[in-house]
Every structure is written in C-alpha cells, then in structure tokens.
C-alpha cells in the first residue's frame, strides 16, 4: 500500500512564503511524485507544478515565477516553495504519485493552505 504525505501547509499573509513536503513509500514498484496540483472548495482540481522525465518543471501560468518544485526521486520525496502567496492561492495542496509499472495514482489527504490577512 503506498502512502502519500503532504505538509507544511498553513495560514499565511498575502505576500507570505510557505514551503511545502511530499513523502511516499510503501510500493513494491518504482514510484515517481509526478507533480503538486491543488484544489479550493468548488473548484476541480489543477495543476501546479508538474514533473517531466527531462528534470524539468512546468508550471501553471498563474503560479510561474512564484512558485518553485523539485524532487528527489531516490528519496520518493518532493517540496514546493511557494513565495509572493495571493488569497486565490487558498485550496489543499496536494501530491500525486505514479506507479511506473501499474500507472496506478496517488494521493495523500492534502496540506491546507490558507492565505488571508
């Protein structure tokens, strides 16, 4: 059973910085974070930072340049700095996980990001 654990969420002012964790263990097979998305009440949820094969990140246009993710693969981890934070910011973040052989997703319960002053 994979386990998917995010945190470090919490209340912030806007203009304030939060720096979020993932942590997944427990498959059997290779396992990968494939990206942060988040979603706010009523809202589906989107994307907001994903993973390539090539290292690379893609970012969603309104979290570009506010935002920075990275993983380490070898530690099934990953982090999400998050800077300049809006109230439109506001959801549950989230982490999504990827077996590579089953293609089997995901997720843990989400960290609570709130941006209000």
């Known amino acids: 059973q994979v386990q998917v654990v995010e945190s470090g969420g919490g209340l912030v002012q806007p203009g304030g910085s939060l720096r979020l964790s993932c942590a997944a263990s427990?498959?059997?097979?290779?396992?990968?974070?494939m990206g942060w998305y988040r979603q706010a009440p009523g809202k589906q949820r989107e994307l907001v930072a994903g993973?390539?094969?090539?290292?690379?990140?893609n970012y969603a246009d309104s979290m570009r340049g506010r935002f920075t993710a990275s993983r380490d693969i070898a530690k099934n981890t990953a982090f999400l700095e998050m800077n300049s934070l809006k109230p439109e910011d506001t959801a549950v973040y989230y982490c999504?996980?990827?077996?590579?052989?089953?293609?089997?997703?995901?997720w843990g319960q989400g960290t609570q990001v709130t941006v209000s002053s």
């Open positions: 427990g498959s059997i097979f290779r396992i990968y974070v």
């Open positions: 993973f390539t094969s090539g290292g690379s990140v």
């Open positions: 999504n996980v990827r077996s590579s052989i089953s293609a089997l997703e995901y």
